[in-house]
């Protein structure tokens, strides 16, 4: 098998991709009691593993975080091609509801937490393994006791908006029953 950038390519164009990842529980741990944002730092200077999702869909992880943004980075590749050649729509959703969850996680204190409620997907144009690296960033819209809104964004390097997401997150604080 001859190595293609991170891929093994066999008989027939058969290829193969293989990964590794941090135990979940163990990063989860380390990241107790410390507020979203610092959690976010953590794992974005690589003092914390970043989440299996990340090497899962081929995701750097979040690589700039500050109080209420987030901005993710990944080069799409043929691993998240769907049946007609282009990036298949549930990697853009994946990049944008990470990016918008990590938002609103970055402007919760220590102890509180966050899950998606919905995500609404705007594909604007198709990617590509020639595309090359992506942006997405995720920013806060509102953040309220109990829900918070969020949108994200994927942009080529040149600024070329590929789709748009917004969302709506649940939040659950510390101390509530």
């Known amino acids: 098998m001859d190595e293609i950038e991170g891929f093994a390519e066999g008989e027939a164009g058969e290829r193969s991709r293989t990964y590794t990842w941090h135990d979940p529980m163990a990063s989860f741990a380390e990241l107790a009691g410390l507020s ?3 959690a976010l730092q953590a794992i974005a200077a690589g003092r914390v593993p970043r989440p299996p999702i990340s090497a899962t869909m081929g995701i750097d992880g979040v690589t700039e975080v500050e109080a209420g ?6 080069t799409p590749g043929e691993m998240h091609y769907n049946p007609i050649g282009s990036v298949h729509g549930g990697a853009f959703a994946t990049l944008l509801d990470s990016a918008c969850g990590c938002a609103v996680m970055s402007m919760l204190p220590a102890g509180d937490f966050y899950t998606s409620l ?3 997907v705007k594909f604007l144009r198709g990617m590509s393994k020639d595309t090359g690296p992506v942006q997405c960033i995720g920013t806060v819209t509102h953040i309220g006791r109990r829900t918070a809104l969020a949108e994200a964004r994927i942009v080529d390097a040149n ?4 789709a748009t997401a917004t969302s709506s997150c649940m939040i659950f604080r510390a101390g509530d029953a």
């Not at 943004?69 to 990944?74: G, L």
């Not at 600024?159 to 590929?162: I, M, T």
């Open 36 to 38: 979203g944002l610092e």
């Open 69 to 74: 943004r987030v901005v993710f980075h990944m």
């Open 118 to 120: 919905d995500l609404s």
């Open 159 to 162: 600024g070329k908006l590929y």
